[in-house]
């Protein structure tokens, strides 16, 4: 019987790979020039990482996360994000005692049992960054502006992308703010959806975050967080949406936006593309200020977001222009013609992978018209080796996109390849 992937957890085969490979570098090129580090956390971590982190009434972890004991039975989950995990290495390693700002970013597989559907899968890989020890407006704004400035770097359109922006107050806002939804929500239950009610009894904040049209009319009219933070919290909410706009970030305010993760505080935000429908964010984040003494840290305000790289290939592959693809995978592709013509041409694909160019030649028996079409889609130059060259002593060296050629010396062009290949 064949053995298939398990659902939801493609594979990214190698004519895909270059994209994503070129994305990635763009993002880490992005975030280290805003001064972020790399920081690379575990695919497993214990379970209670996340219940306590993202939140145990969450959906995340009600229904999505994958749990699972080890052989001494301890309860470890597949990581569902990422944010949880930099804030538990950040505690563990002392990251704080330095008394300076951790800015931090990461790029990786995550996992979420959900319904797979286009630009999200089981198996998903986010890219975010984090910022740990400041509460300080402007480094909300910041964090924007990497998103923004990343987009720019990826040739996404500036005008057709929008940050939604809400505030949802501190600790102390919460509870009150949950009474007020609770209240609104409760006449009107009968109408709303199964998860909704249910929602409702548990924490009716998540209900802000419903798509279902059921339940559309009812989150409308419902109360607005901003109507309900605190003075401080009003005023850094007014000090973010100053320094955005000094940084010329188009943005709208967004009273439904809420984030589907327990951990936010005050600052919420979600960049969105027009390309992509309904389903439009392709990161979001916010303040988590509570979330590094939660996990047992010092107090330490913190800001991050996280993006779907999926999401980010969905869009880029919708502009016609993917990183990666245009470029021949190699630099050279060699064509022996005859047994003798082989063998020096291993030795000759050794020396140019020895010098750094990438060079691969047929191992299938191709004919040589097959062999120069399979070179023609995969190279910058067609090297060519057959009795007459050498007996020469050269090699044939074709330039695939003009279709020039040139006699080099074997000898010489072993020696020094990078001199006949710019």
Known sequence: MKVESVRGMRDILPEEAPRWQKLEQE?????????????????????????????????????????????????????????????????????????????????????????????????????????????????????????AYLMEKLGLDRKRLTLRLNTIGCRKDREPYREALRRHFLPQQADLCPDCRRRLEENPLRILDCKQPQCQSAIAAAPKSLDHVCEACREHFTQVQEFVQALGIRYTLDPTLVRGLDYYTRTVFELCAED???????????????????????????????????????????????????????????????????????????????????????YMGRSLRKTMQIAGRSARYAAILGPDELARGEIKLKDLASGEEKAIGLAQFTADPHTFIG
């Open 276 to 362: 992509l429908g309904a389903q439009d964010a392709l990161l979001g984040g916010g303040r988590y200020d509570d979330l590094v003494e939660l996990l047992g840290g010092p107090p330490a305000p913190a800001v991050g977001f996280a993006g779907g790289m999926e999401r980010l290939v969905l869009v880029l592959s919708g502009q016609g222009a993917p990183p990666g693809a245009a470029e021949p995978a190699l630099e050279v592709y060699l064509v022996p013609i005859g047994s003798d013509a082989k063998r020096e041409g291993a030795k000759l694909l050794a020396s140019l992978r020895r010098h750094g160019i990438s060079a691969d030649t047929d």
């Open 27 to 147: 993002i880490r090129a992005a975030f280290a020039l805003y001064g972020y580090g790399e920081i690379r956390v575990p695919l497993v971590e214990r379970a209670e990482l996340f219940s306590r982190g993202v939140g145990e009434e969450t959906e995340v972890v009600e229904k999505q996360m994958y749990v699972f004991p080890d052989r001494k039975g301890l309860p470890l989950a597949l990581r569902p994000e990422a944010t949880a995990s930099v804030v538990r290495a950040y505690i563990e390693h002392g990251l704080h005692a330095t008394g300076d700002l951790a800015k931090l970013y990461y790029l990786g597989p995550m996992f979420r049992y959900e319904k797979p559907q286009l630009g999200r899968q089981r198996q998903f890989h986010q890219y975010g960054v984090e910022a740990i020890g400041s509460l300080d407006p402007a480094l909300d704004a910041e964090v924007m502006d990497v998103a």
